[in-house]
């Protein structure tokens, strides 16, 4: 059976304002130092999928940017525009119809293409199993992330330690993000995984439950199931999705399902979703700073500093974000960076988009 990753690319990735900005949002950004974020999501799954068969469902306005900058070997005509978001349900219901349209039945690797992952190998092995599983099996596939710590700011899954098959085990629940002592408590019972948002599963699979558990979104896609991969195609995307449902796939599908398995991966994960999530990528110097900037400091700790050309020169100052660009500069303590998107909302209802 063919298989074809589905990248989700279309959000605004809010938290990492001032840098990520709607027209060019976190993915489309070289935060690690390698290639933009999205181009680091292809080549991670290179010999599992091959990197022709990659879909790309992103914002219109975001579309002639990532075109230009996007690796040579996806095929334009597999990037997927949506008029507006509405949330991963939507995006994903799109993706499956143009897929199971075009090649007929097929395994469906949903990714998100923004994360980080250090320990490519062993991703490599975690995303073969489970894109035989989903082959195998009539069940929905997810990859869940062995916790390190007790994270606030991630959703959990929490599954039954009784192995089905081949590594894989019955999920019991998703679980938003919980509160601090809760996220102790997922710790150390051993039963919770961090969600890690990438679902895998064949076309039939998934539209079937589209049509069982979302049918208001699943009878208004099909109104344009003859347009997709015709010259009607955007026409028919901008007339049918400001009527779509705003939910996510989680929401929707996975949290009222009976029948998702999750393998678990431990291959150094992380979701970069915000300024404080780049200890994941760059070890910190000496004194507990990640500096990616002109910079001089006296009595500087723990902080980030995220800067261009200017100069910037700290003192005295601790656990502290202050990322620079051209217009904009951000200053907040670190244990506030989920509050970013905040900035954003703000800027929006102001008026100022010019910052948004």
């Not at 489309?28 to 010999?47: A, F, H, P, Q, V």
């Not at 954003?344 to 910052?355: A, H, I, N, P, Q």
Request: with cysteine; hydrophobic share 40%; proline share 4%.
């Amino acid at each position: 059976m063919n298989r074809f990753s589905v990248i989700m690319a279309g959000g605004g990735g809010t938290r990492f304002w001032p840098l990520s900005r709607q027209n060019k949002p976190k993915q489309l950004l070289n935060i690690s130092g390698n290639d933009i974020m999205i181009n680091d999501t292809i080549l991670r799954y290179e010999k599992v999928i091959s990197i022709e068969n990659t879909i790309i469902v992103t914002n219109k306005s975001q579309a002639s940017l990532l075109e230009d900058i996007l690796l040579e070997e996806v095929p334009r005509r597999n990037i997927l525009k949506e008029p507006l978001g509405k949330n991963t349900a939507a995006c994903i219901l799109y993706a499956a119809l143009f897929l199971q349209k075009k090649y007929d039945d097929c395994v469906m690797v949903v990714l998100p293409s923004d994360h980080h992952i250090t320990n490519v190998n062993s991703f490599k092995s975690v995303l073969e199993k489970a894109s035989q599983l989903a082959e195998q099996e009539d069940n929905l596939v997810t990859i869940g992330i062995k916790p390190t710590f007790p994270s606030t700011g991630y959703g959990y899954i929490n599954f039954n330690k009784n192995i089905l098959n081949n590594g894989a085990y019955e999920v019991k629940e998703f679980v938003e993000k919980p509160s601090f002592d809760k996220a102790n408590q997922y710790l150390s019972s051993g039963e919770y995984l961090w969600n890690s948002g990438m679902f895998l599963w064949k076309t039939s699979k998934i539209i079937a439950c589209f049509q069982r558990y979302l049918p208001r979104l699943y009878n208004n896609m099909m109104q344009i199931y003859a347009d997709i991969g015709t010259q009607n195609e955007e026409q028919a995307i901008a007339e049918i999705y400001p009527n779509l449902q705003n939910i996510s796939i989680d929401y929707g599908i996975l949290e009222r399902s009976d029948d998702v398995i999750v393998i678990p991966g431990d291959f150094g994960w992380n979701d970069v979703g915000s300024w404080d999530a780049l200890g994941g990528i760059f070890s910190p110097d000496d004194k507990g700073n990640i500096v990616k900037a002109k910079h001089i400091g006296l009595e500087t700790k723990n902080s980030i500093i995220f800067g261009n050309d200017r100069l910037i020169a700290t003192i005295g100052i601790n656990n502290l974000i202050i990322a620079e660009t051209r217009d904009a500069l951000l200053v907040c303590p670190k244990d506030r960076a989920q509050d970013v998107k905040n900035i954003v909302d703000m800027l929006k209802e102001k008026g100022m988009s010019d910052y948004v």
